[in-house]
């Protein structure tokens, strides 16, 4: 069994037909026996066409998708829209892959031979915040990350509280999130099992420079204070538990390549595809490895 994988496509106006037509060049010369994309496809409100993108790039073979955070961002006017990110998964991304004979993993498995496919969204519950970040010396605070900025007066702004629903904090939205992937993992029961994930569950797959040197110098950069939001770490540990029939786990949302790489009895990988530039990487069942796909 040979698995396409890709994630954070972002297919938007002025750069999809480029990474739809890396996509199809993919499928031609590899030949998989299915297709998989780890999340940030493109916005809610774009689902079916998005999906049906993808659908005429792979004609007959399987496909499942894991939703990123972008594919819940609401554009325009959204005083009708739904308020939960499952209410977003309802109304756009379940019909739209139902019609299309598209797995959703954030609603159920991909069932493959001799491998399942389980997966989903992800979120971040601020587990890879630098620690004790501060700024001109004020310590940054939980509301700060809630608000999604570093101070009141800063410009910089973490867009997704702009754009998602946010009736929920965003901790217990994280928290849903690994309990929906453990119901679905046991779902798989005894089947060699590989995630997908959109945002990266262990700090080896952020493929960001390491906490010590966001830290040095002469004081954090602004951007310290978006690893907050690079992943969801109480995934990790619910991933390291159920570790005895898990292949691999790969991710994107960081748009930064790490691995792939030996994380215990499985093997990671971040994809690292970046706004118009996608990545793939080939996961090969029976070596059990990853082999990244050149540009
Ligand atoms: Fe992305
Ligand atoms: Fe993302």
């Given at each position: 069994?040979?698995?396409?994988?890709?994630?954070?496509?972002?297919?938007?106006?002025?750069?999809?037909?480029?990474?739809?037509?890396?996509?199809?060049?993919?499928?031609?010369?590899?030949?998989?026996?299915?297709?998989?994309?780890?999340?940030?496809?493109?916005?809610?409100?774009?689902?079916?066409?998005?999906?049906?993108?993808?659908?005429?790039?792979?004609?007959?073979?399987?496909?499942?998708?894991?939703?990123?955070?972008?594919?819940?961002?609401?554009?325009?006017?959204?005083?009708?829209?739904?308020?939960?990110?499952?209410?977003?998964?309802?109304?756009?991304?379940?019909?739209?892959?139902?019609?299309?004979?598209?797995?959703?993993?954030?609603?159920?498995?991909?069932?493959?031979?001799?491998?399942?496919?389980?997966?989903?969204?992800?979120?971040?519950?601020?587990?890879?915040?630098?620690?004790?970040?501060?700024?001109?010396?004020?310590?940054?605070?939980?509301e700060?990350?809630?608000?999604?900025?570093?101070?009141?007066?800063s410009?910089?702004?973490?867009?997704?509280?702009?754009?998602?629903?946010c009736?929920?904090?965003?901790?217990?939205?994280?928290?849903e999130?690994v309990?929906?992937?453990?119901?679905?993992?046991?779902?798989?029961?005894?089947?060699?099992?590989?995630?997908?994930?959109?945002?990266?569950?262990?700090?080896?797959?952020?493929?960001?420079?390491?906490?010590?040197?966001?830290?040095?110098?002469?004081?954090?950069?602004?951007?310290?204070?978006?690893?907050a939001?690079?992943?969801?770490r109480?995934?990790?540990?619910?991933?390291?538990?159920?570790?005895?029939?898990?292949?691999?786990?790969?991710?994107?949302?960081?748009?930064?390549?790490?691995?792939?790489?030996?994380?215990?009895?499985?093997?990671?990988?971040?994809?690292?595809?970046?706004?118009?530039?996608?990545?793939?990487?080939?996961?090969?069942?029976?070596?059990?490895?990853?082999?990244?796909?050149?540009?």
């Open positions: 069994m040979k698995i396409l994988f890709t994630a954070d496509l972002h297919l938007l106006r002025a750069t999809q037909e480029r990474t739809l037509l890396k996509i199809r060049e993919w499928i031609t010369r590899y030949r998989p026996d299915a297709f998989v994309v780890a999340g940030d496809l493109s916005s809610a409100q774009q689902a079916a066409d998005t999906l049906k993108s993808l659908r005429r790039c792979f004609l007959h073979g399987p496909i499942a998708v894991c939703l990123g955070n972008h594919d819940f961002w609401m554009l325009g006017d959204s005083r009708s829209e739904p308020d939960s990110l499952s209410g977003i998964v309802d109304r756009y991304w379940l019909p739209a892959a139902a019609s299309l004979d598209i797995v959703l993993l954030d609603a159920g498995n991909l069932h493959l031979q001799g491998i399942t496919i389980v997966g989903g969204y992800g979120h971040y519950d601020l587990g890879f915040a630098v620690p004790g970040l501060a700024y001109d010396g004020i310590l940054v605070t939980e700060d990350y809630a608000r999604g900025s570093p101070s009141a007066s410009a910089l702004r973490w867009r997704d509280f702009q754009f998602m629903p009736e929920h904090p965003l901790k217990e939205v994280a928290r999130q309990e929906g992937l453990r119901q679905r993992m046991a779902a798989a029961a005894d089947c060699r099992t590989l995630v997908v994930l959109h945002t990266p569950p262990f700090e080896e797959l952020l493929g960001v420079p390491p906490l010590s040197l966001a830290q040095a110098g002469s004081g954090p950069s602004a951007y310290a204070f978006f690893r939001y690079l992943g969801n109480s995934m990790g540990v619910l991933l390291r538990e159920a570790q005895a029939n898990l292949v691999a786990v790969v991710c994107g949302h960081t748009h930064r390549r790490a691995g792939p790489l030996n994380l215990g009895r499985t093997i990671g990988i971040n994809i690292g595809s970046d706004y118009g530039a996608p990545k793939g990487a080939l996961f090969l069942s029976d070596s059990n490895r990853f082999e990244r796909l050149l540009d």
